[in-house]
């Protein structure tokens, strides 16, 4: 059974850093682009990075263009999003997914499964 398990999330003052993991189990990731995302209260949830299978392509939403990283390391099956320069807007339930394809995309109905979500919250 595939699964995907977030972590790293908080609260933090505006300016602040953290870092979210997302540890998957259950399939050979390594071949498989991933993604974060987002979802604000009472917004749609959005994109925010992806990375292909081996890390090296990845896309970032403009909001957070200079300020998050997304990054994967195959061998523990994991992929991390750095956030810095953390603004109260970027406050949501980041969540962690996995598409079939070897490429990153941007269209959520292309990935296949989902984590539970971890909250950041930024405070001003």
């Known amino acids: 059974q595939v699964q995907l398990v977030e972590s790293g999330g908080g609260l933090v003052q505006a300016g602040g850093s953290l870092r979210l993991s997302c540890a998957a189990s259950?399939?050979?990731?390594?071949?498989?682009?991933m993604g974060w995302f987002r979802q604000a209260p009472g917004k749609e949830r959005e994109i925010v990075a992806c990375?292909?299978?081996?890390?090296?392509?990845?896309y970032y939403a403009d909001s957070v263009k200079g300020r998050f990283t997304i990054a994967r390391d195959n061998a523990r099956n994991t992929v991390y999003l750095q956030v810095n320069s953390l603004k109260p807007e970027d406050t949501a339930v980041y969540y962690c997914?996995?598409?079939?394809?070897?490429?990153?995309?941007?269209?959520?109905?292309?990935?296949?499964?989902w984590g539970q979500g971890t909250q950041v919250t930024v405070s001003s």
């Open positions: 997914a996995v598409t079939g394809r070897t490429y990153f995309t941007t269209r959520q109905y292309d990935y296949d499964y």
């Open positions: 259950g399939r050979t990731f390594s071949s498989y682009a």
């Open positions: 990375i292909n299978w081996s890390g090296g392509s990845t």
